[in-house]
């Protein structure tokens, strides 16, 4: 019997990432959720945040308010 992985997430990672193996990848499992995990280990577990955390997040990353790195 084959696994049913109709309903399997798409996982995406940003467009900016290079080749330095340091990424995140994002997926929208439903609409109430999207999960980040570790693109190096793509088994391992994955945080789950409610569309509007994730979107705060996102704009607060994009004004630089949690400092260089």
Known sequence: MNADNSSAPV???SSYSGA??????VAVPGPA?????DS?????PALTFSPE???AFVA???TDAFGAV
């Open 11 to 13: 996982w995406r990672k």
């Open 33 to 37: 959720s999207v999960a980040v995990r």
């Open 53 to 55: 955390a994730w979107a």
């Open 60 to 62: 607060a990353a994009g």
């Open 40 to 44: 190096k280990d793509p088994l391992g």
């Open 20 to 25: 330095n193996g340091q990424c995140v990848e």
